[in-house]
Each structure stands twice: as structure tokens, then as C-alpha cells.
């Protein structure tokens, strides 16, 4: 049971490039959530899929894009990667209502836009 | 915008001593969480309370909650050096957790050896 497994762990990208995080989980969760963590500014959400085949913005959705591929999977794409977007990415999951809305994260991706 | 907010920034106590971290928020909730953060790590969740409880226990871990204060605490008894993370609280929103936790910034603590 890995729980909630975030690729890659660490990514270093120049101004206007792409990429996509990717996230899976295996615990049947129906809700999944893209945090991101900056220093002195705790987690601020960006996006969150409440069930599959939904998503929503959270706080700071700007320059970000999410699909939800399937119950498991949960990627965030970076269409062309800005300086402001050097943090530290989590991907989240939880059972949603039925759960009280605890959260598992995963370890983290931890990006540089230079 | 940050809905809870941890008082101390920052803490540093010595092991076998108690720690005891303060969240305030500003709107209604349906719950409050705790979550710890080791360095370089996600977070894991520690414990939840409901809106209707004011108490809560687990292990060496008492949290609190004053709906009326808007206002929760947690306290680390006897403290060890393992217990040194950060520390977050989290509120749910609208939805009943579905649409995510709303996150402080969190208390760093060091515990001394």
C-alpha cells in the first residue's frame, strides 16, 4: 500500500517550459487536491477534484492546468513555467465528505523555474 | 487567503517538556485538523475534532477546540527529539472537506536534546 506517490521528487525548469506532475493513489480515495507550499506561507490549494470526472480552482489556479485521468490518478500541468512557480508541489487525497476531509500527501515535488 | 493561523511562528523547548501550539481561524467550521511536517516531507495527519467536541486525545497529543474563541490548541506532552517538525493546523471549507483543507502556516518546533 504506497499510499499517495508523486513523480518526479525534484525538477528544475527555465522560464516557458512545460511540464506535467504527475500523482497516483491506491486507496480507493474519491477526492484528490494539488497543493502548493512556499516559505512562511504555509499550503495554499490549487486545484482539487472532488470526485472523478470534476475539477475546480482552489486559491491560486493561475498558470496551472489539472486533469483528472481516472479514480486514481490526478496530474497538474505547468503550461509555460514562470519564476513565481518555484515551490514545492503536494498532491493530496482524501475520502472527501464521508472522511471528515482527512487528507494523505504525498512526499512532494520540489521545482525551480529559473 | 489563510483561514488558520498557529501562534507560536516558532518554538524551541527541551526534551521531557511540554509544547504547546496555539490555531486561530476566522470562519465557521465543520472540523479542525492537525497535521505534522517533517523536513523535506508531506504532511501526516495527526488528529481531527469536530466542531461539537472541545477535547480530543491521542497518545501524547491533546488538542482543544473553543468554537466561540474561534480558537484550537495543541499540546505535545512530554516532548521528544523525533517530535522536532513543523506543525500545521487545517479548517475545512463548504463543502464538508471535498473541496480541500484551508492551511495556517504553521509552528516550527525544536525539540532539544
Known amino acids: 500500500n504506497a499510499g499517495v506517490t508523486q513523480t518526479p521528487k525534484f525538477q528544475v525548469l527555465k522560464t516557458g517550459q512545460s511540464m506535467t506532475l504527475q500523482c497516483a493513489q491506491d486507496?480507493?480515495?474519491?477526492?484528490m487536491y494539488w497543493y502548493r507550499q512556499d516559505p512562511g506561507m504555509g499550503l495554499r490549494l490549487i486545484y482539487y477534484?472532488?470526485?472523478?470526472?470534476?475539477?475546480d480552482k482552489g486559491e491560486v489556479p493561475n498558470g496551472y492546468n489539472v486533469s483528472r485521468l481516472n479514480k486514481r490518478e490526478f496530474s497538474l500541468r505547468l503550461e509555460s513555467a514562470a519564476p513565481s512557480q518555484t515551490s514545492v508541489y503536494f498532491c493530496?487525497?482524501?475520502?472527501?465528505?464521508?472522511?471528515?476531509?482527512?487528507?494523505?500527501f504525498g512526499s512532494g515535488t520540489q521545482l525551480s523555474v529559473l | 487567503s489563510q483561514q488558520g493561523e498557529e501562534d507560536p511562528q516558532a518554538l524551541s523547548i527541551q526534551e521531557g517538556e511540554n509544547a504547546t501550539m496555539n490555531c486561530s481561524y476566522k470562519?465557521?467550521?465543520?472540523?479542525l485538523q492537525w497535521y505534522r511536517q517533517n523536513s523535506g516531507r508531506g504532511l501526516v495527519h495527526l488528529i481531527l475534532?469536530?466542531?461539537?467536541?472541545r477535547e480530543k486525545h491521542s497518545g501524547r497529543l491533546r488538542v482543544t477546540l473553543d468554537t466561540s474563541k474561534k480558537s484550537s490548541s495543541l499540546l505535545i506532552t512530554a516532548s521528544r527529539a523525533a517530535d522536532t517538525a513543523s506543525y500545521f493546523c487545517?479548517?475545512?471549507?463548504?463543502?464538508?472537506?471535498?473541496?480541500?483543507?484551508?492551511f495556517g502556516k504553521g509552528t516550527h518546533l525544536i525539540i532539544q536534546p
Open positions: 493530496a487525497s482524501s475520502e472527501g465528505r464521508t472522511g471528515g476531509g482527512k487528507l494523505f
Open positions: 486507496m480507493n480515495h474519491n477526492s
Open positions: 477534484s472532488a470526485s472523478e470526472g470534476t475539477t
Open positions: 470562519t465557521s467550521i465543520n472540523n
Open positions: 475534532i469536530r466542531s461539537n467536541e
Open positions: 487545517a479548517t475545512d471549507g463548504a463543502g464538508g472537506g471535498a473541496d480541500g483543507l484551508t
